[in-house]
C-alpha cells in the first residue's frame, strides 16, 4: 500500500517544497481571505513540508470527534472544520430520538480516557440515550477539551478538496503535496491529510423510487419532510388529525411510523400509511427477540403489531412515481398505477454521500454504494445487517489519492448497515495510520451485536423507554408508550 508517509528532506517535484508555496506560523489567520486560515511553520530552505501541516477532519460530529480525540492522543496537530455552529449539527436535528445502541456501543475509546483525565463520569452504559443526551453528556464535553475545542472551528464549510498546485491530471510529485481546502467566505487551508467525517445528512434521497426526483415532488416540498420530523413534539401540528404517508422500509420509517401512531392516540383523526417497495415488510420487522440490542429488535415487532391490528395501513410493491394535486389532498401515485391521497409526505428514504467536493481527487468508488471497492462487499446490504459487517480499517478506506479517508458514514456510501462502534475503529485505525504505527492501525478489532435485519427493528416490555431506529442504518429512537392491539398498555 502507498502511505502518506515521506521522507522529510525529499523535496518535491518541480523544486516546490512539498507542494506547498507560501507557510506562515501554524494557527495564524491570514489578513488576506484567500490564504490559508491554518498553516505549516517555514524553516530556511525547504523547511516547509507537507508533514509539517495538521490533519484537516471534516466534521465535528462523533465520529469527527472521535479521530480528533485519537489525534490529540497521538501528538498530531490537526483542525476540525464544521460546517454548523456547534458540536454534532446534525445530531442536534434528531435530538429526539433514542438511540437502540446502548452507551456501550457510542463512545470512543481514546476520547473516554481524555474526558476521565477531567473527572467526566460516564453514563450507564446499558441506558440508552437519546441524541440529545448523546450530544449533551459526551459530545459537547469532548469538543469543549482544550486539546480539542482550540482546533476546533464552528460555521467552516470545505467546498473543495485538491493538491496543492495540482488538478487531478498532474501526477509528478503529486503525493508530497499538501492538500488545498477551499472553504467558505473563500479562505483555504492547507493539510498533509484529510479525514472527511461529514456524514450524509444533509443530503437525504429523493422521493421517487428510481433514485430520480418523483414528478410533482419539487412542486409539493412543503409538505414532505425527510427522517426523523419531531412528531410528538414541534412538528406536532403538522400531522395531527392529518393523514400522512411515511415512504421506506428502514429504521427511521419505523420510528416516524411509531410516533404518529402515539399521535393517533391522541388525536383519533390522524391516519397513516406506510409505502415500501418490497412484496412484504419482513426486512423491516427484523430479527426480533434474536437481535442483541433488545430496542433495535423490539423497533419492527411493534411496528409489524400495529400494521396487523390496522393502525397502520401497508402498501406493498409501492414505488413512488408522481404526486398531483387533488381537491382532497396530494394523490401520490406508483409506477404501477396504484395511489394514496395524503396530506403530508415523510420520506424517509436514506440518505446519500456528497462526493461532488473531492472531485478533483483521485478517488475509486464503488459503482453501486458510492464507498471504496473494499469496503463495499464487506458492507453489502443484501449480504450483512449492522451486526455482521466484519472489522475494517485504513486497508479498506484507502483511496488512490494518498491521504484522503471519508470515515464515518459518509465511508459506507449509500449502505444503512453503519453503527457508530464501526465508525470509531475507522477513526483510530486510519489515526494510527497517519502516525505511521501500521502495526495498529491494521490490527481492526470489532464486536457489534448481531441482528437479524439491519434495516429495522424496538424496545421489548422491561426493556429502557424508547424506540430505536437508525440513521443510514445507524442508530435511533423515540420515546413512545403505544397501545397494544387489546387495549391494554405497552411499555416501550
Given at each position: 500500500m502507498t502511505t502518506s508517509q515521506h521522507d522529510p528532506e525529499t523535496p518535491a517535484a518541480d523544486g516546490a517544497c512539498c507542494g506547498v508555496s507560501a507557510c506562515c506560523t501554524t494557527g495564524e489567520q491570514a489578513a488576506d481571505p484567500r490564504q490559508t486560515i491554518h498553516q505549516a511553520k517555514t524553516d530556511s530552505g525547504c523547511g516547509c513540508i507537507a508533514d509539517r501541516l495538521p490533519v484537516a477532519?471534516?466534521?465535528?460530529?462523533?465520529?469527527?470527534?472521535?479521530?480528533?480525540?485519537?489525534?490529540?492522543?497521538?501528538?498530531?496537530?490537526?483542525?476540525?472544520?464544521?460546517?454548523?455552529?456547534?458540536?454534532?449539527?446534525?445530531?442536534?436535528?434528531?435530538?429526539?430520538?433514542?438511540?437502540?445502541?446502548?452507551?456501550?456501543?457510542?463512545?470512543?475509546?481514546?476520547?473516554?480516557?481524555?474526558?476521565?483525565?477531567?473527572?467526566?463520569?460516564?453514563?450507564?452504559?446499558?441506558?440508552?440515550?437519546?441524541?440529545?443526551?448523546?450530544?449533551?453528556?459526551?459530545?459537547?464535553?469532548?469538543?469543549?477539551?482544550?486539546?480539542?475545542?482550540?482546533?476546533?472551528?464552528?460555521?467552516?464549510?470545505v467546498e473543495a478538496i485538491t493538491r496543492d498546485g495540482y488538478d487531478r491530471l498532474r501526477s509528478n510529485g503529486r503525493d508530497d503535496a499538501a492538500f488545498l481546502l477551499r472553504l467558505n467566505g473563500g479562505q483555504e487551508l492547507r493539510a498533509r491529510a484529510v479525514i472527511d467525517a461529514s456524514g450524509t445528512w444533509t443530503r437525504p434521497n429523493v422521493l421517487g423510487a428510481t433514485g430520480l426526483p418523483a414528478y410533482g415532488e419539487a412542486e409539493f416540498a412543503d409538505h414532505i419532510t425527510h427522517a426523523l420530523p419531531d412528531v410528538l413534539g414541534p412538528d406536532r401540528k403538522r400531522f395531527a388529525g392529518k393523514h400522512s404517508l411515511v415512504v421506506g422500509a428502514g429504521h427511521s420509517a419505523a420510528t416516524t411510523l411509531l410516533a404518529l401512531a402515539e399521535l393517533a392516540n391522541d388525536d383519533p383523526g390522524t391516519q397513516i400509511t406506510w409505502a415500501i417497495r418490497g412484496g412484504d415488510a419482513a426486512r423491516t420487522y427484523g430479527g426480533g427477540d434474536a437481535d442483541q440490542l433488545p430496542a433495535r429488535g423490539a423497533l419492527g415487532t411493534r411496528v409489524r403489531d400495529l400494521v396487523e391490528s390496522g393502525q397502520i395501513r401497508l402498501l406493498t410493491g409501492f414505488f413512488t412515481h408522481a404526486l398531483t394535486s387533488t381537491t382532497a389532498g396530494i394523490e401520490v401515485?406508483?409506477?404501477?398505477?396504484?395511489?394514496?391521497?395524503?396530506?403530508?409526505?415523510?420520506?424517509?428514504?436514506?440518505?446519500?454521500?456528497?462526493?461532488?467536493?473531492?472531485?478533483?481527487?483521485?478517488?475509486?468508488?464503488?459503482?453501486?454504494?458510492?464507498?471504496?471497492?473494499?469496503?463495499?462487499?464487506?458492507?453489502?446490504?443484501?449480504?450483512?445487517?449492522?451486526?455482521?459487517?466484519?472489522?475494517?480499517?485504513?486497508?479498506?478506506?484507502?483511496?488512490?489519492?494518498?491521504?484522503?479517508?471519508?470515515?464515518?458514514?459518509?465511508?459506507?456510501?449509500?449502505?444503512?448497515?453503519?453503527?457508530?462502534?464501526?465508525?470509531?475503529?475507522?477513526?483510530?485505525?486510519?489515526?494510527?495510520?497517519?502516525?505511521?504505527?501500521?502495526?495498529?492501525?491494521?490490527?481492526?478489532?470489532?464486536?457489534?451485536?448481531?441482528?437479524?435485519?439491519?434495516?429495522?427493528?424496538?424496545?421489548?416490555?422491561?426493556?429502557?423507554?424508547?424506540?430505536?431506529?437508525?440513521?443510514?442504518?445507524?442508530?435511533?429512537?423515540?420515546?413512545?408508550?403505544?397501545?397494544?392491539?387489546?387495549?391494554?398498555?405497552?411499555?416501550?
Open positions: 477532519v471534516i466534521g465535528a460530529g462523533p465520529v469527527g470527534l472521535a479521530a480528533a480525540a485519537q489525534l490529540a492522543e497521538r501528538g498530531l496537530d490537526f483542525v476540525v472544520l464544521e460546517a454548523g455552529d456547534q458540536a454534532a449539527a446534525s445530531i442536534a436535528e434528531w435530538k429526539h430520538v433514542r438511540l437502540f445502541s446502548p452507551w456501550r456501543y457510542n463512545t470512543d475509546a481514546a476520547a473516554r480516557r481524555m474526558l476521565e483525565g477531567t473527572g467526566w463520569t460516564a453514563p450507564d452504559l446499558d441506558a440508552l440515550p437519546t441524541g440529545g443526551d448523546l450530544i449533551e453528556h459526551y459530545l459537547r464535553p469532548l469538543a469543549a477539551l482544550p486539546q480539542i475545542a482550540d482546533r476546533l472551528r464552528f460555521g467552516v464549510r401515485t406508483s409506477s404501477g398505477g396504484h395511489a394514496v391521497i395524503v396530506d403530508e409526505i415523510v420520506a424517509a428514504t436514506g440518505f446519500r454521500p456528497d462526493h461532488s467536493i473531492t472531485a478533483e481527487l483521485r478517488l475509486s468508488w464503488d459503482p453501486i454504494m458510492g464507498t471504496t471497492p473494499a469496503l463495499a462487499p464487506l458492507i453489502d446490504p443484501n449480504e450483512h445487517s449492522c451486526g455482521t459487517v466484519p472489522p475494517h480499517g485504513v486497508d479498506e478506506l484507502t483511496h488512490p489519492e494518498t491521504g484522503y479517508y471519508a470515515i464515518g458514514v459518509k465511508s459506507y456510501g449509500r449502505a444503512p448497515t453503519f453503527l457508530l462502534a464501526t465508525g470509531y475503529e475507522q477513526a483510530r485505525s486510519v489515526v494510527a495510520a497517519l502516525a505511521g504505527d501500521w502495526e495498529a492501525a491494521r490490527k481492526v478489532e470489532l464486536e457489534l451485536p448481531e441482528t437479524g435485519v439491519c434495516s429495522s427493528n424496538l424496545a421489548p416490555a422491561g426493556a429502557p423507554a424508547g424506540l430505536a431506529t437508525g440513521i443510514s442504518g445507524g442508530l435511533l429512537a423515540q420515546p413512545l408508550a403505544l397501545t397494544d392491539a387489546s387495549g391494554g398498555g405497552c411499555c416501550a
